[in-house]
């Protein structure tokens, strides 16, 4: 009973030293909850001014909502710091710097792949190489940009599959966009035969091209021979589309291809067929006629042979 009688004893001062001591904080507690409501309202405050300023400068979304958040965040830590000096917890302030800073560089090593994400997205969002919208080709996979966000590119192919980029690989890879300048150029190759007349043929592909579907009038179209091929001299017809959807550029290189059948028909000018001629003549052997020739003379040989010993 001595025992616990003492135990008691001791437990009752700890409580009696708390509570006096909780006693005498009542004015720092009281302080520290107006230092907390005000840093929330503060943080608010600052959030939606730096909102409206950087809409000013910036129309990215996913920019803009994080450089508002990091402010708000920033303005958080800052008034949490002040609420624990308040409260005389300056050991507390100085064991949670050092370990922010442990616990940052642990997550550094174990989460770099998405910081350099993160990153990447963040530098894309003020270089802004592309939009949503644009037509685009990188690492293999060629679409349309539905969606950017500050840790993927989301494509959408021209088979219907949606491909969710990281933005580290988008950063550091080629990247072709189609949808820059508003227009793109078809480079279409045709043949005709050795037998026609190549500048009546120039000018009857360019006279076909004039009106094909959502060319370029402020440019020429070009048509240049640039081949002799197996059976056909090779030229190339280049024209310019208006292109803001891959349909534009492959209604439009179809078109091209039925007025320049069409126009061909008319005037008779041919697209030759592949030509191939076949020799079975080898060193020290027989050509293919020859060996027709003698198959013919041995074939009557026999017949002859045949009736007269019959």
């Keep these: ?147 950017i966000t500050l840790r993927t590119i989301d494509i959408r192919q021209t088979t219907g599959e949606l491909v969710l980029l990281p933005n580290k690989m988008v950063f550091e890879n080629p990247l072709t966009n189609f949808s820059a300048s508003g227009t793109r150029r078809i480079d279409l190759e045709v043949g005709v035969s050795y037998a026609e007349d190549l500048e009546q043929v120039q000018q009857v592909v360019i006279e076909a091209l004039e009106d094909v579907k959502n060319r370029v009038k402020t440019k020429d179209v070009e048509v240049m021979f640039d081949a002799f091929g197996d059976s056909a001299i090779n030229f190339k017809a280049r024209f310019w589309v208006s292109y803001h959807r891959q349909a534009d550029y492959v209604l439009a290189k179809s078109d091209a291809i039925i007025r320049i059948k069409k126009a061909f028909d008319a005037r008779d000018i041919l697209i030759p067929f592949p030509i191939r001629t076949l020799d079975f003549a080898i060193k020290g052997g027989d050509k293919l006629s020859d060996q027709l020739q003698a198959a013919s003379v041995n074939g009557k040989k026999g017949q002859q042979t045949g009736e007269n010993n019959h």
């Design 1 to 147: 009973m001595t025992d616990i009688n003492k135990s008691l004893g001791l437990l009752l001062d700890k409580l009696q030293n708390w509570g006096q001591h909780i006693f005498l904080m009542l004015p720092n507690i009281f302080v520290a909850l107006l230092v907390l409501i005000a840093t929330f309202v503060v943080a608010r405050l600052v959030r939606n001014t730096m909102d409206r300023v950087f809409r000013r400068f910036s129309h990215s979304a996913a920019l803009i909502n994080l450089f508002t958040t990091l402010v708000y965040i920033a303005v958080l830590i800052v008034g949490f710091f002040f609420v624990l000096s308040v409260l005389q917890l300056d050991k507390v302030v100085l064991s949670l710097l050092a370990g922010v800073g442990i616990i940052g560089l642990a997550l550094g090593f174990a989460f770099q792949d998405i910081a350099a994400n993160f990153i990447s997205g963040v530098i894309i969002a003020v270089q802004k190489p592309f939009k949503v919208g644009d037509m685009i080709e990188t690492n293999d996979y060629f679409g349309v940009i539905e969606r």
